[in-house]
């Protein structure tokens, strides 16, 4: 089943994808007339002509799956996010996450401390199974050693440098700032595979 994320993404680069997505349904739908007229379709009846709607139809999902012809945004998307969470080591085999589990603040496809500017528009994406998993169980798995040496610097110093009774010393600050910056959003690889994605586009038409 596919699960829905919001994305929070630059505006810029929502157009371009969306740019994209209407380019190459443009393309299929005219690779799609071109192979019809080459199975001569329009002269076909019956279980032959059934059989070459069939061909063309699994020519047409082989296209849409080895990201020949990516014509929604999750199609535009999958190469490159299938590349990023290899990079960080994601496809494998990870436990499951405890039911109830915090899922560290902002991981489900928000953004981290002081990461959010410019990225004014929103990018709803619906992943397949085999990308949400190790997305959603990588991040979570990674995050968690990160997101417990916040939760005891919080048990020191409170909420925020002024909370409670406690200011927190410009080394303490220093040190949440240290483990802040090693945790990685689900967002963060969404918009990394979205820049590989429009600039390997962008490549492959100047190439």
């Known amino acids: 089943m596919p699960h829905t994320m919001v994305v929070a993404v630059p505006l810029t680069d929502l157009e371009r994808l969306d740019t994209l997505v209407e380019a190459q349904q443009r393309d299929e739908i005219r690779w799609q007339a071109g192979a019809e007229q080459a199975a001569d379709v329009l002269h076909l009846r019956g279980p032959e002509l059934r059989a070459a709607r069939a061909r063309i139809r699994a020519e047409r999902d082989r296209l849409r799956n080895n990201g020949t012809h990516r014509v929604s945004r999750v199609r535009a998307l999958a190469p490159a996010l299938t590349a990023e969470l290899d990079r960080h080591g994601f496809l494998r085999p990870w436990e499951p996450i405890p039911e109830g589990a915090q899922r560290a603040g902002q991981t489900l496809g928000g953004v981290g401390p002081k990461k959010g500017t410019g990225l004014t528009a929103r990018l709803v994406v619906s992943l397949p199974e085999n990308l949400w998993t190790p997305l959603q169980h990588g991040v979570y798995w990674t995050n968690l050693p990160h997101i417990e040496a916040l939760a005891l610097w919080k048990d ?3 909420a925020g440098p002024t909370a409670g009774r406690t200011a927190a010393t ?5 040190e949440r700032e240290r483990i802040a910056a090693h945790i990685t959003t689900t967002g963060d690889l969404i918009r990394t595979a979205l820049t ?4 390997g586009h962008r490549d492959r038409q100047q190439g």
């Open 156 to 158: 020191q110093w409170g």
């Open 170 to 174: 410009p080394d303490a600050l220093a």
């Open 196 to 199: 590989h994605a429009l600039n």
